[in-house]
């Protein structure tokens, strides 16, 4: 009389398939306006000016050397993606020295990526004149800024002159200007111009006083 219940080892196979009730409820909506993080610059030139390295979309920071009369970079940039933005910081009235410019790309997305130019601008090499003249003798008409010694023959009267010259360059600086005292036979002035980098240019002023003719 001892019945067992074949079922019992069975009661919970009833239960195999709950574990996978809900994998007919997971279906995703394809997300087709999924914004692009394209942050990239697909190219970079400079007009004015050469960058090293030479560009690549992976290399962010790059080297540029200018000339003094550059100010500004002259910037050339294409976008990776259509919709990303581009902000440009820093590339207003370079300073003489080291200066950083950013090139910002913001992403469809939000997402950023700086480009960053690092930029020397170099100091003055202007070493000329814009005017060279004396109280004595009006050199006006024939100075050259690209001329620099001049030959003056004084009457013996003429015992003082004064010098006065005036740089191309405001960032220069003029010495050798001001009263000398001449004596007869030959007398020499210089005046130099010291450009913003420190190179020098001289001007000569070879005066000759006449000697007293009833010496």
């Known amino acids: 009389g001892n019945k067992v219940d074949k079922n019992n080892g069975n009661k919970n196979?009833?239960?195999?398939?709950?574990?996978?009730?809900?994998?007919?409820?997971n279906k995703t909506t394809s997300n087709s306006?999924?914004?692009?993080?394209?942050?990239?610059?697909?190219?970079?030139?400079i007009n004015n000016a050469k960058?090293?390295?030479?560009f690549q979309k992976s290399i962010t920071t790059y080297n540029v050397t200018v000339p003094n009369e550059v100010s500004k970079l002259v910037i050339d940039y294409k976008k990776s993606d259509e919709k990303a933005t581009v902000s440009i910081?820093?590339?207003?009235?370079?300073?003489?020295?080291?200066?950083?410019?950013?090139i910002i790309v913001t992403a469809e997305d939000g997402s950023t990526k700086t480009y960053t130019l690092?930029?020397?601008?170099?100091?003055?090499?202007?070493?000329?004149l814009s005017m060279l003249t004396t109280d004595k003798y009006d050199l006006t008409d024939i100075f050259d800024k690209d001329v620099?010694?001049?030959?003056?023959?004084l009457e013996n009267d003429v015992s003082a002159i004064t010098v006065s010259a005036t740089a191309e360059?405001?960032?220069?600086?003029?010495?050798?200007?001001?009263?000398y005292s001449l004596k007869t036979g030959d007398n020499e002035i210089n005046v130099t111009v010291t450009a913003?980098?420190?190179?020098?240019?001289?001007?000569t002023l070879k005066l000759f006083r006449k000697y007293n003719a009833n010496a």
Do not use: H, Q
């Open 13 to 25: 196979n009833s239960n195999k398939n709950n574990s996978n009730k809900n994998s007919s409820g």
């Open 33 to 45: 306006k999924t914004k692009s993080s394209d942050n990239d610059l697909e190219s970079l030139t």
């Open 51 to 54: 960058i090293s390295p030479a």
């Open 89 to 102: 910081v820093g590339n207003e009235n370079l300073s003489v020295g080291n200066n950083v410019v950013k």
């Open 118 to 128: 690092k930029v020397n601008r170099k100091a003055s090499d202007n070493t000329k």
């Open 148 to 153: 620099d010694t001049y030959e003056i023959t």
């Open 169 to 179: 360059d405001k960032l220069s600086k003029v010495t050798g200007t001001g009263k």
């Open 196 to 203: 913003e980098n420190g190179d020098t240019k001289i001007y």
